[in-house]
């Protein structure tokens, strides 16, 4: 079987562990939304980013609130690249399945999708 790669971004309003936390499960809710066959079991791994001015939680934490008890989840933070988006939480799943590249689909979220407008969603 495959492993194939979904990647999801989100603005977060400000550095608070609720903020953060409520960004994360938007987040990973509207990727679940988008790909309807993604289960927890499939997933082989989970790595969340966040800009350096988010601090006050690891989004992962929102994941595991959802019942992901038993995928290996990571936090890092991303670059400080000067002209970055600001209080951006970014994901990359590892997921293994039968579907084509094609066929899964990106979820970037409100200001985050400047990133991919390609994947913006909802789609319109």
Request: glycine fraction near 4%.
């Amino acid at each position: 079987m495959p492993l194939r790669g979904v990647r999801g971004a989100i603005v977060v309003e400000e550095d608070t562990a609720e903020a953060i936390l409520s960004a994360a499960s938007q987040l990973v809710q509207a990727l679940l939304s988008a790909n309807p066959t993604l289960r927890p079991e499939e997933i082989a791994s989970c790595f969340f980013t966040v800009t350096p001015d988010l601090t006050a939680e690891f989004p992962a934490k929102a994941a595991r609130q959802m019942g992901w008890q038993d995928v290996p989840l990571i936090c890092a933070q991303e670059m400080p690249v000067p002209h970055g988006l600001k209080r951006c939480l970014r994901i990359l799943i590892h997921w293994n399945t039968d579907l084509s590249s094609s066929q899964v689909e990106h979820v970037y979220l409100g200001q985050a999708a400047q990133l991919r407008p390609e994947w913006e969603f909802p789609r319109g």
